[in-house]
């Protein structure tokens, strides 16, 4: 089956989400009418309900209200938890797309993600990533890129194990990759999209699309977003210990779910070990975790 007839749903997380989720829902289903969206929303307490539910009673868009607010990477832990339950079971295949609530999908970025998974062999995992454009809160662009390193850098295998070289929003993946995700405890977790970029790389399935095919909206109500602390060298050392540290709590995770990829131990040791790699987090320290 061509991956442009797949059954296609986008993940969706918000939470007090007004301003902007109205924006991300147009631009959504302006590449592909067909999308189900599935928003899960935690606890808002501003209008974002309403205007998600105004949209379920026109287009294929289901809402899911919770209580409580876990923050970025547990609610999507819990939202692909909850998918996988509700929904993997039911369709032979299907395409999975995460996105914000703030950000705006270009016109063509379901045409040439739905290609690009459809020219990798369907039998095996797909986990595809793509490049962003940045623009501020009034949707002006910032002519600046995302990531401080070069495509070599986001493409090269076990890169996740020391930079975070996905961004959320960008992610889509097949039925197949989603069956590789065991746990959803966020525990010890750095990221949702760090952390699945990461279960891609033990795969051997990542890919990634260097074309800017999404709008990534800087602001100040940012819940995860690029952080601005500059090149102050005291706040680099902070960040230096405290990503070290939690780089090594994944590790032990990594370590317990998975076993038996004792290549790919085998290469992570080394990488941990290698002194120009913790020169790197050091040099880019705040530019890693995003805070």
């Not at 999308?35 to 808002?44: A, G, K, P």
């Not at 105004?54 to 819990?78: H, I």
């Not at 699945?196 to 790389?201: F, G, N, R």
Request: glycine fraction near 2%.
């Amino acid at each position: 089956m061509s991956n442009m007839n797949l059954k296609s749903f986008v993940l969706i997380c918000s939470h007090n989400g007004e301003k902007y989720i109205k924006q991300q829902i147009d631009s959504i289903y302006l590449t592909n009418d067909n999308f189900e969206i599935l928003v899960y929303d935690f606890n808002s307490q501003d209008n974002t309900l309403s205007i998600c539910k105004e949209y379920s009673l026109q287009k294929n868009l289901t809402v899911y209200s919770y209580n409580f607010a876990p923050g970025a990477k547990n609610s999507f832990m819990f939202a692909l938890n909850e998918f996988k339950k509700k929904y993997h079971y039911n369709y032979e295949d299907y395409l999975l797309f995460l996105s914000d609530q703030d950000d705006i999908w270009k016109q063509n970025k379901y045409f040439e993600v739905s290609n690009f998974h459809y020219l990798i062999d369907n039998d095996f995992p797909q986990f595809v990533h793509h490049n962003v454009q940045l623009v501020n809160d009034l949707d002006n662009k910032i002519f600046r890129s995302f990531y401080d390193y070069p495509e070599s850098i986001i493409t090269q295998r076990y890169s996740p194990l020391y930079l975070s070289v996905v961004i959320g929003h960008t992610i889509s993946m097949n039925k197949k990759f989603v069956e590789l995700l065991t746990s959803f405890e966020g525990e010890d977790i750095i990221m949702h999209d760090w952390w699945l970029s990461i279960i891609a790389d033990i795969n051997n399935c990542r890919y990634y699309i260097n074309n800017r095919l999404s709008y990534y909206r800087i602001h100040s109500d940012n819940i995860y977003g690029l952080n601005n602390s500059g090149y102050n060298i005291c706040k680099k050392l902070q960040n230096y210990f405290s990503n070290c540290k939690s780089i090594n709590k994944q590790r032990l995770k990594i370590l317990t779910e998975f076993k038996h990829k004792d290549q790919f131990f085998n290469i992570f040791k080394i990488l941990l070990l290698n002194f120009r790699f913790k020169l790197l987090l050091l040099v880019l320290g705040q530019k890693i975790f995003k805070n």
